[in-house]
């Protein structure tokens, strides 16, 4: 299984709601990444776990809240978004830390009305 | 910190060969990392390289300079569904190299 998996695809909340972007890898990677890229720009980094701790926030609002329940398992917990956080949330995984090969999900396309 | 530099857009025909630049400054370099990503889509790995050199892979090959801080993306032979946006990513000194810093994406266009 080379594959890492996100859920939902799409997903449009209002700025009072709670919801969670879930992501899922089978590889035994020990590196796992949540990314927010919005449209015709790269990837913006926003949390990295290693070994299922936190380590490192790229000063992200805590209306974004990462959650690593285990090895294989990455949430992304939202609540009391703004309307420009709408963008495509990507989960990556790689073997582990400062490797140039990740493996990315196909994203969850989140729009905040 | 870090800066990439590739071109936003690059237009080519069907069957032709593409070369893609980035050039990079760092305070450290560790390699060169190519992703793919078409229009609502993933971004997929296509290429890392630490040493000087080129690696080739099928129809893509990846060429890196370290003492130019340059690298390229070649596309030979090249199809429509090549058509997707092309980014080169350094790992970042910042952060102790642990994770990826992405250029701004060079936008491939393939015409019949």
């Known amino acids: 299984d080379t594959e890492v998996t996100q859920t939902p695809k799409h997903l449009v909340m209002g700025m009072t709601n709670k919801k969670s972007l879930k992501c899922e890898q089978h590889?035994?990677?020990?590196?796992m990444y949540w990314y927010k890229q919005k449209a015709k720009k790269p990837p913006e980094l926003m949390f990295v776990y290693s070994y299922e701790k936190l380590s490192i926030n790229e000063s992200v609002p805590s209306r974004f809240s990462p959650e690593c329940p285990n090895s294989s398992l990455l949430n992304l917990h939202l609540h009391a978004l703004q309307p420009e956080d709408s963008a495509l949330y990507l989960c990556a995984s790689s073997q582990d830390l400062g490797r140039g090969e990740q493996f990315f999900g196909p994203g969850t396309r989140l729009t905040v009305l | 910190g870090q800066s990439l530099e590739q071109p936003s857009e690059v237009t080519a025909v069907e069957g032709a060969i593409v070369q893609i630049n980035c050039t990079y400054q760092?305070?450290?370099?560790?390699?060169l990392s190519w992703y793919q990503q078409h229009d609502g889509g993933a971004p997929t790995f296509l290429s890392y390289n630490a040493l000087d050199g080129l690696e080739e892979t099928g129809r893509f090959s990846s060429f890196l300079s370290r003492s130019d801080s340059y690298g390229y993306l070649l596309l030979q032979e090249l199809q429509m569904k090549d058509s997707a946006s092309y980014f080169c990513?350094?790992?970042?000194?910042?952060?102790?190299?642990?994770?990826?810093?992405f250029g701004k994406g060079t936008m491939l266009l393939v015409s019949p």
């Open positions: 990513a350094v790992r970042d000194p910042d952060s102790g190299y642990s994770t990826l810093t």
């Open positions: 590889m035994g990677h020990r590196a």
């Open positions: 760092t305070s450290g370099f560790y390699g």
